[in-house]
């Protein structure tokens, strides 16, 4: 399977600036941002994909859209491969909110407040990436999906560190990464 990390946020752009917190709650894409979804869609559109799940956070989205649209595809949206909530970005959109503003997607299947209260502790993110590779080690066309997830999310999966726009292979079956280093 094939994991993108979501395009350039607003909160990336400026946290790279000044390596502080700019208190944007669940930021949307720059126009780098927009720019490296587009990149990814000619360069996944080329790929047999069959499925893609993402995030339900909006710079997840608006990555995720125009892949699905060159697939072809649905979008799954899932909290499982969200990011570690750890700053003011990663406090998410309510599902009616986001219901109105993607009214082709389905997120019937989330809760209205779907990310956590408190900063989530470095377990708890690598527990999640360990019951989302269960799931789709499960899969016997797992090789065809693409995830568009988070820095932390890819890291606790891959023991990775990706890129804005960047896309990396994950093999589910093979197991969890030996270790996972938090920082960026």
């Not at 669940?26 to 941002?33: R, S």
């Not at 990775?160 to 990464?177: R, Y």
């Amino acid at each position: 399977m094939i994991f993108l990390r979501h395009g350039q946020s607003e909160f990336n752009l400026l946290f790279t600036q000044t390596r502080r917190d700019p208190g944007i709650i669940d930021p949307k894409l720059t126009p780098l941002g927009h720019e490296q979804a587009e990149r990814a869609a000619e360069e996944l559109a080329r790929r047999d994909i069959r499925r893609v799940i993402t995030s339900p956070y909006t710079r997840a989205l608006q990555t995720a859209t125009p892949v699905a649209r060159a697939l072809g595809l649905p979008l799954t949206v899932t909290p499982t491969v969200r990011e570690r909530y750890a700053f003011t970005c990663d406090v998410g959109t309510p599902v009616s909110h986001l219901q109105r503003d993607w009214p082709t997607v389905g997120f019937h299947a989330i809760e209205e407040i779907w990310w956590p209260p408190i900063e989530e502790p470095e377990d708890q993110v690598l527990a999640r990436a360990a019951l989302f590779r269960a799931e789709m080690a499960a899969l016997d066309d797992w090789a065809h999906t693409l995830v568009v997830s988070h820095w932390g999310f890819i890291l606790a999966f891959t023991g990775q560190s990706v890129m804005n726009g960047q896309m990396i292979e994950a093999d589910p079956t093979a197991g969890a990464p030996e270790t996972v280093v938090w920082r960026h």
